[in-house]
């Protein structure tokens, strides 16, 4: 069993919003001789990352600092709500979409106390409306927004809401997990105390690391606030690494490693190339879908850049699992939508590609109509 085994992975096209297309070298630096995680050569490469992690959105180690939790994308959400709210405390979700309303259910099961500012899924936060919101409650102590809403790709105006949070005393919490490492972050700029990310997103590493970045006085503060999480607690958390270098129970090793090599690769490519790359086949993605005739559902000026809605079109043989089943045997993975009452698939701009395999895609994806006896251009009722 040798590195050659690697040549004979076959290269798969994920174009679904998350795992994303790792590159072979970050695939491969998951084989690593066994190692005890309580070693100082494994805590070292831990501390690393996480100051490489801050470096990413241009955090100051003196004012932010990053945890890290063994658990897929939602655990950040879980620990910074259950976490982050002092007694007495309230928090605000700015809620457009189906990860905003993730966390909006983090706080029903936790019990605790939220106002959900709901906007349609398709449309910007009415900032007059947060703010409103802020003047009217002053306990709220946390507001709480989806970067880009993966639902429908939708940019939400972080740097505004972020503004208005601190105008009105509350922490910011920002679920950047589908922008992280991909669309520029700047925590200060940005007006974010808290961001997050699992690595199997932008950082194109693998999955079951997550993370957490945040403004250190604040973690530090929580330690006296109400503990609803034993597990799932960002001051125990911090204050393990902190003391130990050590995650508190045991860590995802093998994707540790991985996070290592994507980091690597990640400066190597560099943050405006990486982003350039990204918007590339973003822009790849729109052109495929308007030769097809397709249309997305989100204003164009919107869009995060990194995610298409795309509505089915109005045609009887349109059968998405059939156009997916046909892509996925071709190593291309299209996506459902989660926009509620419209049907919708997603097509997403993450991951180890370029234009050149959206190009591909598009190919594959006209075969699949016309199989399945879709009319190309694709068509819809009405206009
Ligand atoms: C992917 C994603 C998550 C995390 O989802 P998991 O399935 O728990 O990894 C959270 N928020 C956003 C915006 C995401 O895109």
């Avoid at 009217?136 to 639902?151: F, K, R």
């Avoid at 990310?197 to 970045?213: P, R, Y």
């Avoid at 400066?267 to 790849?284: D, I, M, N, P, S």
Wanted: aromatic share 10%; with cysteine.
């Amino acid at each position: 069993m040798g590195r050659e085994c690697l040549s004979e992975i076959k290269r798969n096209i994920l174009l679904n919003p998350g795992p994303s297309t790792t590159t072979d070298t970050v695939k491969m630096a998951q084989i690593v001789p066994d190692i005890c995680p309580r070693e100082k050569e494994f805590t070292q490469l831990m501390r690393k990352l996480r100051r490489d992690l801050l470096r990413i959105v241009h955090a100051d180690p003196q004012k932010y600092t990053s945890v890290l939790f063994c658990g897929s994308g939602t655990i950040n959400i879980d620990v910074c709500l259950n976490s982050l709210l002092p007694q007495d405390g309230r928090i605000l979700v700015v809620n457009n979409g189906a990860y905003s309303a993730r966390a909006v259910e983090i706080c029903e099961y936790y019990g605790l106390p939220y106002i959900d500012l709901k906007f349609p899924e398709d449309q910007l936060p009415d900032l007059e409306k947060v703010e409103e919101v802020l003047a009217e409650n002053p306990d709220i102590a946390l507001v709480h927004t989806t970067h880009n809403e993966t639902g429908t790709g939708i940019l939400n105006p972080v740097r505004e809401i972020g503004a208005l949070a601190h105008r009105y005393d509350a922490v910011f919490t920002v679920d950047t997990t589908s922008t992280l490492a991909m669309r520029p972050i700047d925590m200060d700029r940005d007006n974010i105390d808290f961001c997050m990310a699992s690595a199997q997103k932008g950082l194109m590493a693998m999955t079951g690391l997550s993370f957490i970045i945040g403004n250190r006085s604040v973690i530090e503060a929580s330690a006296g606030y109400p503990r609803r999480s034993y597990y799932c607690n960002l001051y125990l958390q911090y204050q393990v690494f902190e003391t130990t270098g050590e995650m508190h129970f045991t860590p995802p090793v093998q994707t540790v490693y991985a996070a290592v090599q994507a980091l690597r690769e990640y400066f190597q490519e560099g943050e405006e190339q990486k982003w350039a790359r990204h918007t590339r086949v973003f822009e790849a993605l729109h052109r495929g879908l308007r030769r097809l005739g397709f249309r997305d559902l989100i204003r164009r000026e919107w869009q995060a850049g990194l995610v298409v809605s795309v509505v089915y079109p109005d045609d009887e043989h349109w059968d998405f699992e059939e156009i997916h089943d046909y892509c996925y045997q071709k190593g291309f993975t299209i996506y459902p939508g989660k926009v509620s009452g419209q049907n919708t698939f997603r097509l997403c701009a993450l991951g180890a590609i370029d234009e050149g395999d959206i190009e591909d895609f598009f190919i594959v994806l006209e075969e699949a109509l016309n199989r399945t006896g879709v009319a190309v251009p694709v068509r819809y009722e009405g206009k």
